[in-house]
């Protein structure tokens, strides 16, 4: 099997499986409980917000673990705008942020709020300029992904974080689901007041995550309860997936020192074999991150060719899982203003740090193969 579709989802280490049966079969107390076994779990969970923090090089208290990247972006996104909409209720995004963020800004706009979408590029990049022109008195919060889920574009963050330390009563938001492991970003330094973060995009499980919230960033929390995770997230811990998390950042940070630049060489060796191919067009720009290509190819049905090379045992996708159901052209290419006849046969190539070789040779082979019999029948 050839699995890229990576950006979807990742397999899970296998060390991380074992960590998750381990902390369940051993720490199933409640680390709310004051007896010894629910004090041994409670350790271990500030030990894993500890390590999180020094990997992450933020403060343990800035961790608020979760479960995942679309309840991390509802938290910072309606949690920024209600606690602080008294001082303004304009929030700014962009046309190609995940459905997580876009429908949470849909939501707040039901209740009074006024939210800007930001144009991009043909490249799919936010304009520095245009946000700057976006900010107004009553604006509370920007929120803008570190890197796009379909066209792997790495956003200006640096940059945009140092036009928000202009406006000191501004919030900065970063979805930083698809940078995690594969982009440096350095919180302090660009200006990020929250981070949201997933574990099953890190080749953790499904169901969690984490959310930075830098110290004195006031949230109203949408869960209310027993106070868990600074009172920003009711509810009992997810022991064993907080510490199956944290195993996979670690092994993450690990992979990305000693394996970026072999996945950098991948994508450069992908995009030679996909220039190849005269069916293809890539759409992501040559300086995107380096474990996403996407693709279209005018003229075939999308799901057609990812039926084929399923066939094969081959597994690339259509747009972001979280929208490639639910439309029959891709809103972020559109965005982009590309033909439509490009953004109704895009597909995405996402790879791994497992990714090898062999793999992307046999996939440029057989996606040339699988096109040109389904041209011949189409003929």
């Keep these: 099997m050839i699995y890229l579709d990576n950006s979807a989802t990742t397999k899970p280490y296998p060390e991380v499986v ?5 902390v369940a ?15 041994e779990a409670e350790r271990l969970l500030l030990q894993s917000k500890k390590q999180a923090a ?11 673990f979760t479960s995942g990247g679309t309840e991390g972006n509802n938290i910072a996104i309606k949690g920024i705008a209600l606690e602080h909409q008294n001082r303004g209720k304009h929030i700014i995004t962009s046309q190609i942020e995940h459905p997580s963020v876009l429908e949470a800004c849909a939501s707040l706009e039901k209740l009074g709020f006024e939210i800007t979408y930001l144009p991009v590029t043909e490249a799919g990049e936010v304009r520095l300029e245009d946000v700057k022109e976006s900010i107004r008195q009553d604006t509370i919060l920007i929120t803008i992904m570190s890197v796009n889920n379909e066209l792997g574009t790495i956003q200006p963050i640096y940059e ?14 970063v979805d930083h689901v698809q940078g995690l492991g594969k982009l440096e970003l350095d919180f302090y330094e660009c ?9 099953h995009k890190i080749h953790g499980l499904n169901g969690t995550g984490a959310l930075f919230i830098k110290k004195g960033t006031r949230l109203f929390p949408l869960h209310h309860g027993g106070g868990q995770e600074g009172a920003y997230r009711a509810g009992t811990e997810n022991l064993p997936g907080i510490v199956s998390f ?20 991948l994508n450069r060796r992908l995009r030679e074999k996909l220039e190849q191919n005269r069916f293809v067009i890539i759409n992501s720009p040559k300086d995107a991150a380096p474990h996403i290509v996407n693709i279209s190819v005018p003229g075939f ?26 439309a029959d052209q891709s809103a972020v290419l559109a965005a982009c203003r590309l033909r439509e006849d490009r953004t109704t046969s895009a597909l995405r190539v996402s790879l791994s740090y497992h990714t090898t070789q062999k793999e992307i040779e046999i996939f ?14 189409m003929g």
Aim: hydrophobic share 40%; net charge positive.
């Design 18 to 22: 074992d960590t998750f049966q381990k």
């Design 25 to 39: 079969e051993q720490y199933y107390a409640n680390p709310s409980s004051i007896h010894r076994f629910g004090s």
């Design 54 to 64: 020094q990997l992450l090089k933020i403060a343990a208290e800035e961790v608020i």
């Design 160 to 173: 945009i974080g140092q036009v928000v330390k202009q406006h000191p009563k501004l919030f900065f938001h």
């Design 191 to 199: 200006g990020i007041d929250l981070c949201t973060m997933s574990g």
């Design 246 to 265: 944290v195993k996979a950042l670690r092994l993450i940070m690990e992979q990305k020192q000693t394996e970026l630049s072999n996945l950098k060489n």
């Design 301 to 326: 049905k999308p799901e057609v060719v990812i039926h084929a090379l399923g066939e094969k045992n081959i597994f690339i996708s259509t747009m972001s899982a979280c929208s490639s159901k639910r």
């Design 364 to 377: 440029g082979s057989e996606l040339a193969n699988v096109l040109t019999e389904l041209n011949k029948v």
